[in-house]
């Protein structure tokens, strides 16, 4: 029986992971469940699964689920603000952590998982993608399981020759090849781009996400923060990673070898299958999902990516080469930028528009320490948000 933590509970990777968990009753245990402030969300969670420990990291909130629980007689101690979480990464009935906070908020909770040596289930690329050199010191020095839930991710680890380390390059690997479905302007013209809505933005032809990491995937953000993530997780240089746009997302990944064997995992696009495979591993186990039908696919298409129509790809692999702070910086600019425009602050090219500018303009350099880490990332939402009110302004004298 395995003690679990689900961090960012309540959102889309939260959600199919306690999915997962109900359908496994013999194998799994939820011992703590921990969000922002969705107070109704967490409460119905914790009716269900009745964790030693719940937690929101909006104190207000959590005073709120606090009176709930206690009304209800639940079993749960609730915990509140922002270091609630790692309180729950490193309770000792947990054995893995399923990190899937959205964004640099889930940065603290994610290190306390690794260096309190719990099986790490990284949703949470923003955390590695900031403090990569941070995160796999301490995987390294705690002898943390590390285990990728992107579903690309997941699919490359599928894929490595087993024993393959994290952070380490594996032998006989040439490439990685990561797959991005092309978003759903895919096939947009520049204009229409230019004018695109957050709904459209939000409707991803292929996956229900959470709101944030689906205008990443219609920018490609998501592919260029996945690129970063790549390269820290198995140890490769930029320069090895190739990124295939593959509109079906049948294939979630590819690992090329010097032999020229070219090793895929397919699936149908439901993150059950990545979770369940972190969950179990090295074991396998149901995940509830489809199974899936070549015939119907038929087709499987491969096409490479457009940086001109989606910038952010060629500001990710540019910050990628650069290394260091640089790669903060970028997430940092990147979620108040989206923040934006979620908004309706920004335009959809403003985005990549505000990135360029916190980029030429925040001072970069080496981490040394999570205080630099935060410093840089403090400073570019400083910067970020400097530019979106400019932009925001603009903007509204242009519809005035
Ligand atoms: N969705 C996918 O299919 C998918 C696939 C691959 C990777 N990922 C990655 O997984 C992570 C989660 O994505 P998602 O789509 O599940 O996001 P989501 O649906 O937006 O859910 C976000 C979760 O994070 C919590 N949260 C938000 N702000 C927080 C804060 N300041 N402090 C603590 N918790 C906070 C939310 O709590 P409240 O509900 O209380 O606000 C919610 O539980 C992201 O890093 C994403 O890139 C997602």
């Known amino acids: ?63 709120i689920l606090e009176r709930h629980v206690q009304a209800q007689g639940l079993p749960t101690r609730v915990l509140g603000g922002p270091e609630s979480l790692e309180t729950l990464a490193t309770l000792p009935d947990v054995d893995q952590v399923m990190a899937a906070v959205v964004g640099g908020a889930g940065l603290r909770s994610t290190l306390a998982a690794a260096r309190a040596g719990k099986r790490l289930l990284l949703a949470n690329k923003e955390s590695l993608v900031m403090s990569g050199p941070l995160l796999m010191a301490a995987v390294h020095a705690s002898g943390c399981e590390l285990l990728p839930i992107d579903s690309e991710h997941n699919a490359i ?57 689906s205008v990443d995937s219609a920018s490609l953000m998501n592919k260029g923060l996945e690129l970063i993530e790549a390269c820290f997780m198995f140890g490769m240089p930029p320069t090895r990673v190739e990124i295939l746009v593959h509109p079906q997302s049948v294939i979630h990944s ?35 999902t489809d199974f899936l039908d070549l015939i119907r696919t038929r087709q499987l298409d491969f096409v490479a990516p457009d940086t001109t129509r989606f910038p952010c790809l060629a500001l ?60 840089a990332d403090a400073q570019a939402r400083d910067l970020a948000q400097e530019f979106c009110r400019t932009r925001g302004a603009a903007l509204k004298a242009i519809h005035a």
């Open 316 to 375: 990710a692999r540019a910050v990628a080469d650069t290394g260091g702070l640089a790669p903060a910086i970028l997430n940092a600019a990147n979620e108040v930028a989206v923040t934006a425009f979620l908004e309706r602050r920004l335009n959809f090219p403003d985005i990549p528009a505000v990135i360029e500018c916190v980029l030429s303009r925040a001072p970069g350099g080496e981490i040394r320490s999570l205080d630099d880490v935060l410093q």
């Open 254 to 288: 590819m690992v090329e070898y010097v032999d020229g064997s070219v090793l895929a995992q397919l699936a149908c696009p439901d993150m059950r299958t990545p979770i369940a495979y972190g969950m179990a591993w090295p074991e396998r186990i149901a995940a509830g």
């Open 157 to 213: 680890f599928q894929c490595l020759p087993p024993g393959a380390k994290a952070g380490h390059a594996p032998e006989g690997v040439r490439r990685i090849l990561l797959t991005a479905s092309g978003g759903p302007f895919r096939e947009w013209s520049a204009e229409a781009i230019a004018a695109a809505t957050p709904e459209q933005a939000c409707k991803h032809p292929n996956w229900v996400m959470g709101r944030k990491i």
């Open 1 to 63: 029986m395995k003690g679990i933590a689900v961090l960012g509970a309540t959102g889309s990777v939260g959600v199919n992971t306690l999915d997962v968990a109900a359908r496994h009753p013999d194998r799994y245990r939820v011992v703590a469940l921990g969000a922002h402030r969705n107070v109704d969300g967490l409460l119905k969670q914790i009716e269900q699964f009745r964790p030693s420990h719940a937690a929101l990291t909006d104190p207000a909130a959590a005073q």
